[in-house]
């Protein structure tokens, strides 16, 4: 599960097989965006925003949306839309013209990081300002625009840079805050990726799924190993759920990412490893301990009311009996 996106989970699915040379099927993989597809029923014509060229339309149109918009789009139909951007000439063959004043968008997605805050906020707050999403039109109460989903809303995450960088989170922020600006009421918007509860019960529907398709196991793992190196999302995100789940999820810390050692993390996790290899091997260990505790408490069930048992109990030395002469000690 990754609160990155822009590209689809098959493509995503490709790069880490070769990372990790093992196959990993888009069965077994979530990103930011990925949940939003059970909405593709409920918007016929969405806005979606970020990622590179058209790949984030692609992913939509591949969850089953009908009508996918683009900034690009908007601004090959208005170029005096956004001031200070003009379209490439790649970006303008690969918009879709269409006239923008009969269109009326019903949900804006951002599915991927914005690569143009500026002219993807001017649209965005164009849209929410609008009535019933129709551009060129201004609401009188400015409640009448479309709702605003965010792929997750990680405020900073970690690069190749040596400091973290501006994330989603940061543009949710930043619309949120113009918008109280611009009209003096509060935005409502939603968000989904860690550590949105909505995200890990779908993670937990992924996996039930992918459990029956594979091994014919129609239920949850008893034990999920959630391991991240993001306090605020995963580690508060799978503790948070834990709480409801009916399965156990048992969150890992690693310090290769945003967490930065010598810091006390605002959410701790169950247990701090150095990176993935070992929080896996952690993972394992305690499975193996759990399995060792199951039989030992079977063995001691098992030996309940026998003469093994009450010898145990009263301190004395514990002597197997004889075996018969047919030499099986079990018969």
Not at 65 to 81: E, L, Q, R
Not at 100 to 129: H, N, P
Not at 240 to 267: A, D, H
């Amino acid at each position: 599960m990754t609160n990155g996106g822009g590209k689809t989970e098959q493509e995503r699915c490709i790069q880490l097989s070769k990372q990790l040379e093992i196959e990993v099927s888009p069965g077994q993989f979530i990103c930011g965006h990925t949940p939003m597809r059970e909405m593709a029923n409920k918007y016929h014509t969405v806005l979606v925003v970020g990622g590179e060229g058209e790949k984030c339309r692609q992913v939509a149109e591949g969850y089953g949306f009908k009508d996918v918009v683009t900034p690009g789009d908007i601004i090959k139909d208005n170029p005096d839309t956004t001031p200070f951007r003009k379209l490439t000439d790649e970006e303008y063959k690969n918009s879709r013209a269409r006239d923008f004043s009969k269109t009326e968008i019903e949900a804006i997605f951002v599915f991927a990081d914005s690569r143009d805050w500026a002219g993807d906020q001017q649209i965005i707050l164009d849209l929410l300002m609008s009535k019933r999403g129709r551009l060129g039109t201004r609401s009188e109460t400015f409640e009448d625009g479309p709702s605003v989903f965010f792929s997750h809303n990680d405020v900073v995450w970690s690069a190749s840079h040596d400091l973290t960088r501006l994330g989603m989170g940061a543009l949710r922020l930043s619309l949120e805050a113009m918008f109280k600006a611009v009209t003096g009421k509060d935005l409502n918007t939603t968000a989904f990726g860690k550590p949105q509860v909505g995200t890990f019960q779908f993670a937990t529907r992924l996996l039930q799924q992918w459990r029956r398709d594979t091994h014919g196991i129609n239920a949850p793992p008893d034990t999920v190993y959630f391991v991240g190196d993001t306090p605020e999302s995963d580690i508060r995100g799978t503790n948070e759920f834990n709480k409801e789940s009916e399965n156990t999820w048992y969150s890992i810390l690693v310090r290769t990412g945003v967490f930065q050692e010598g810091t006390k993390p605002k959410f701790q996790p169950k247990a701090t490893v150095d990176n993935v290899l070992e929080a896996v091997l952690h993972g394992i260990q305690r499975e193996h301990k759990k399995m060792f505790k199951d039989e030992l408490d079977l063995a001691q069930v098992k030996l309940a009311g026998t003469a093994i048992e009450e010898a145990s109990h009263e301190g004395t030395p514990v002597t197997s009996p004889p075996a018969k002469e047919n030499g099986n000690p079990l018969s």
